[in-house]
Every structure is written in C-alpha cells, then in structure tokens.
C-alpha cells in the first residue's frame, strides 16, 4: 500500500533527524514495518489496534528477543504518529515486552584462559602486542571497545592502574595485575615502538598500519588464538570479560566491587556472573556427589 510506505519514510526520515540512529537501526524499522505493512494488506497503519499487533505476533511465530526489538519498533513509530496528530492513542502503551530467556555468556575455565593467553608467539612484535592485549583484557575485565581505543596517556604502569572511559563517559580507574604489567612493558619497549608509522601517535595497541585495532580484527585474532590452543567453545570479543567477572565471583570478590570494575550501571546486570558459578556449582554436584 503506497500510503503505508510514504509514512514509513517519513517516520525513518524524522527518527534518524531526532534519535541520529544508525543504518542498520533505521534499515531493521524499515523491514519490521513493511512486513507488518503487507500483513495489514490495504488497511492503514494508523488503524492499528493492541490487538492486531498480538494477532501479527502469533501469526509471525517469533522468538520473544525478535517479538521484543519488532515492539520497540512499533512503538518509537505510533509514538511518532501520535506527534503528528495521525492517530489519538499509541496502541502499543498497553503492550509488554514477552520475558526474555536469560543467556549466559559462554564460560571459560581458568585453564583455558591460560591456555589462550599462552598461544601468542611472544618473539614476534605482533604476538608480544597479543598477549598484552589478552592480559590486560583479562586483567582489568575492559570492553574490546574499551581495549581498542586506549591511548598512552590512560596507562600509568608505574602506579599499576588504567583510566578507562566507558559506557556514558563514565571514568572508571582499574588496577592492573602483575602478569599484565609485566607484557604491558615489553610490549612498550620491544614491540609498539617498531609498530609507530610516521612520528608520534595517541593509540596505544597498535595494528601493522600504526593505528588502533578494529574491533573486527580483534575479533579475528582472538578467535584464532582460541583455535590454535584447543578452545572449541564458540567465543565472543567479550570472552574475557566474562571470565574476568565469572572467576573474581569465584573466588569470593563481592558483587559491588565486581560491577564497579566491570562500569555496570545497575548491578542487576552483574549478577548474571553469580548465575554462572550457580550453573557450575550445579554441574559438579551432579557429576561427584554421590547422590547427585
């Protein structure tokens, strides 16, 4: 229906100009939109009601982490058709988002982080780049986002802390352990210094080009890292994240200092790591006790 796909646009025109969303935002509201266009066939999308958008849900089948993103959607878009004046009430007010089934990050043992911080070859100048960046990952518990764009200047090895600005510029200062120390001088002596094109730069890990590692890349790296020392898991740029928080739960750390060092605004977010150990707890129970 023609009217539909003109107020579509218009709709996308005005969220990209007021929220500044990005590409792949507005192009997932666009196919989200038109395929709940082409199920209405030739009725308007101003007439939709609460119960037509649960009667599409049933129809679509979808998991409930696809049914919530689609809802955020129709959402941000009747609340839009309210502004204009094209329709009196926002017919999803009255919705909720379906419960999420709770996912836990893919956990590594500290054997295998061992094992992946061992596979980079430490005689070469991008290896010995490598294991600083595994370890002070593992270290300090960073976002990779947090990793990749660290400058000089937020790495004091002397006083053994990093300043890290997060999520919401939050600034948050992390101690740094030894081990971490230790490759973040060599690699400051023997490695960034070879890596540096053209005079001075601001980045601190640095990519054969001299300028900070992509995200993509990193995760290139870590994934064969991980196929090199024999982890078959399916791990994420953010595997050593979690097992930073999964092994500090572990051996005892409190969870406020955890979210304190992981830049968590809610500590809900943080508990995810107690569930984990719980997972684990569970596991050997059953697989030693003898009434397991």
């Not at 049914?67 to 919705?95: D, H, S």
Request: glycine share 6%; net charge positive.
């Amino acid at each position: 229906m023609e009217h539909n796909k003109k107020l579509i646009e218009q709709f996308l025109d005005y969220y990209w100009l007021s929220s500044g969303a990005s590409k792949n935002t507005l192009s997932a509201y666009r196919s989200d939109l038109v395929l709940y266009s082409k199920w209405l066939e030739q009725s308007p999308l101003e007439n939709a009601s609460d119960t037509s958008i649960l009667k599409y849900f049933q129809h679509r089948q979808i998991a409930p982490s696809t049914q919530a993103r689609i809802l955020t959607c129709f959402r941000v878009f009747y609340q839009y058709l309210l502004l204009q004046g094209l329709i009196n009430a926002n017919p999803t007010a009255k919705l909720h988002h379906p419960k999420q089934e709770q996912k836990l990050p893919i956990f590594l043992s500290i054997k295998e982080v061992e094992k992946l911080l061992d596979a980079p070859d430490k005689k070469t100048i991008f290896g010995l780049r490598d294991r600083a960046m595994l370890e002070l990952l593992y270290s300090c518990g960073l976002r990779v986002s947090e990793l990749i764009s660290l400058e000089y200047r937020h790495i004091n090895i002397n006083d053994e802390y990093i300043r890290i600005l997060g999520k919401g510029n939050k600034e948050r200062l992390l101690p740094m352990g030894e081990m971490a120390i230790e490759y973040l001088s060599q690699y400051e002596k023997k490695a960034r210094p070879f890596l540096i094109k053209k005079g001075q730069t601001d980045g601190y890990f640095l990519s054969n080009r001299g300028s900070n590692m992509s995200r993509q890349n990193f995760f290139y790296m870590i994934k064969a890292y991980a196929q090199k020392s024999g982890i078959s898991k399916p791990l994420s740029p953010h595997s050593l994240r979690h097992a930073f928080a999964t092994h500090l739960v572990q051996q005892g750390a409190d969870l406020r200092s955890v979210q304190l060092m992981l830049g968590h605004s809610d500590i809900a977010t943080t508990q995810i790591y107690t569930h984990i150990q719980n997972v684990q707890l569970k596991s050997q129970h059953g697989k030693h006790h003898p009434r397991g």
